[in-house]
């Protein structure tokens, strides 16, 4: 079975402060997501990432950036956290061949204080 | 611009009442409509692809359709089992690496 980890499932920061959130995955992936959900908003994308070292920005990077350093690995990396940067954080990997399968994990509820 | 639109945002029903979730898409070249559910504090979990109209998926008790505007999930006799927010989402036309543009959700709750 594919997994999908998350660094933790409950994080909570001051603001300014800078926050990491890792994800790894374990079924050789060439694809990585990192989305956030907030309720009546649905999953938006932050940013993705096709290769080692590669990456695109998604509809909502401002105030956020990434690191894909090895291929199972993916990090998201608030700047300068804000609160409007409270939310549910959510990593997915797909396969390149099966790019609507995507495997996602737990989740990080970041609260931003 | 594109969009993926879900309703109702919410929906009761009673074990054995079945019914349908709506999702409406407006984008250029669909090239695939997905559905995952999603359970409280879990990540959602790929359910179905559909890719042109007139085209049904089946698993258990939901049915997936797609025509060229729209997409319904039906549950025929649903489960206290089968509550879960349930989102859809489509490929865009031209990327290939998997960027999926979502909708709000519905959630479902089924009372026994």
């Known amino acids: 079975d594919v997994k999908v980890t998350q660094s933790s499932r409950y994080l909570v920061k001051r603001t300014g402060e800078k926050v990491f959130l890792e994800c790894v995955q374990d079924m050789d992936h060439e694809n990585m997501f990192w989305y956030r959900q907030d309720p009546g908003l649905g999953l938006r994308l932050i940013y993705f990432?096709?290769?080692?070292?590669?990456?695109e920005k998604g509809d909502i990077p401002e105030g956020y950036s990434v690191s894909r350093e090895k291929k199972e690995r993916f990090s998201l990396i608030l700047e300068s956290a804000s609160t409007n940067q409270t939310s549910m954080y959510l990593c997915?990997?797909?396969?390149?061949?099966?790019?609507?399968?995507?495997?996602f994990g737990p989740g990080t509820r970041l609260t931003v204080t | 611009e594109d969009q993926v639109t879900q309703s109702p945002e919410a929906l009761r029903l009673q074990e054995g009442e079945s019914s349908s979730l709506n999702c409406s898409y407006t984008v250029s070249g669909l090239r695939g409509l997905f559905w995952y559910r999603q359970d409280p504090g879990k990540g959602p979990e790929f359910l179905f692809t559909l890719y042109s109209a007139g085209e049904e998926k089946e698993k258990e008790r939901l049915k997936a359709t797609l025509t060229k505007k729209e997409s319904f999930l039906h549950i025929t006799a649903p489960k206290p089992e089968d509550s879960a927010t349930y989102l859809c989402a489509v490929k865009r036309g031209s990327s290939n690496t998997g960027k999926l543009i979502f909708g709000q959700g519905t959630t479902l709750q089924v009372k026994p």
């Open positions: 990432s096709y290769d080692v070292k590669m990456k």
């Open positions: 997915a990997s797909t396969d390149r061949g099966k790019f609507y399968e995507q495997y």
